[in-house]
């Protein structure tokens, strides 16, 4: 989104797991990928959309030039756009990358305010997550011997649910029906 070149932050949950993950993915692929970019500053967002907006204020003060912002929430992108609405208007050529698709954030991906969002594999979560109850519940053995004939398979130790990049090209898929 930024060609490739620039200066980039992030605004996360630090103290969760799961965003520390998204952050570090973020930052090592920018890295490693994007040699003529960098990541200039990481900022706690606190997964609250006003605290976020302070945030992406204080970004866009300290680097006028900041090419985008990862915000590894919803309500985090929510607040980025806007700070970015506020300090540059809807001329702004700031990228922003969010995560989930909430209504408010797939509003703002429509509108082009973001760039684009993350959505989560929701149905793969729910089929594993039911999955695993089954076998925890049948006290089914990790052994694979054990799953001789009509029995249900293992659940695997780690499942990739999957992940989808919702831009304004693919948005109205991803509103609930």
Do not use: C
């Not at 989560?120 to 694979?144: A, K, V």
């Not at 398979?153 to 999957?162: E, H, R």
Request: proline share 4%; aromatic share 6%; net charge negative.
């Amino acid at each position: 989104l930024t060609g490739g070149k620039g200066t980039v932050a992030i605004i996360t949950t630090p103290d969760q797991h799961n965003h520390q993950e998204r952050t570090d993915g973020f930052s090592h692929t920018i890295r490693s990928e994007f040699p003529e970019m960098k990541v200039v500053s990481v900022k706690d967002g606190r997964g609250d959309q006003v605290a976020s907006r302070q945030a992406a204020e204080e970004l866009l003060s300290q680097y006028p030039k900041l090419g985008g912002i990862f915000a590894t929430e919803s309500n985090g992108g929510i607040g980025v756009a806007e700070a970015v609405q506020a300090q540059q208007g809807s001329g702004s050529t700031l990228k922003i990358i969010s995560f989930d698709t909430d209504k408010g954030t797939l509003d703002l991906v429509k509108e082009g305010r973001i760039a684009a969002t993350m959505a989560q594999g929701t149905w793969n979560m729910g089929y594993w997550s039911l999955t695993e109850l089954f076998h925890l519940h049948r006290d089914l053995q990790e052994d694979p011997d054990v799953y001789e004939g009509s029995k249900p398979l293992p659940v695997p130790d780690k499942v990739d649910t999957g992940i989808d990049v919702v831009t304004r090209a693919n948005v109205d898929n991803y509103y609930a029906k």
